[in-house]
């Protein structure tokens, strides 16, 4: 069976190295970048099954990136793993195409199972 293919986005290098190393396990993370145009870029170089980005990054916020990608790559799934908890930013990353959105306090918990439930949508 065919490993899902992950693009991981964050500018706290930390976290990126952590939510790598927990994913991997299950997926192939085909590539991990720490602002929004190198994850424009990477997506459109890379067409991962699914995005995991953060929402505050540099040079491009994630959600905009996601706009951007997900006008030219519909298919890729797109999940915000931030610390942003308020609703507004919950909405504007649904509005961008968001398959999912979890919290950095609770990545351990939900993060495999938001790849899972957006990669079932791709089926």
Known sequence: MKRTRILLADDDLQMLAAISKFLRADFEVVDMV???HSLVEAAFKLR???IVTDISMPKLNGIEAVRQIR???PGTRCIFLTMH???GYRKEAQSAGGAGYVLKSSVREELQHAV???I???A
């Open 34 to 36: 720490s602002d929004g």
């Open 120 to 122: 079932e949508a791709l």
């Open 116 to 118: 899972y439930h957006a």
């Open 71 to 73: 006008g030219s790559l």
């Open 85 to 87: 908890d308020a609703h």
């Open 48 to 50: 991962p099954d699914v």
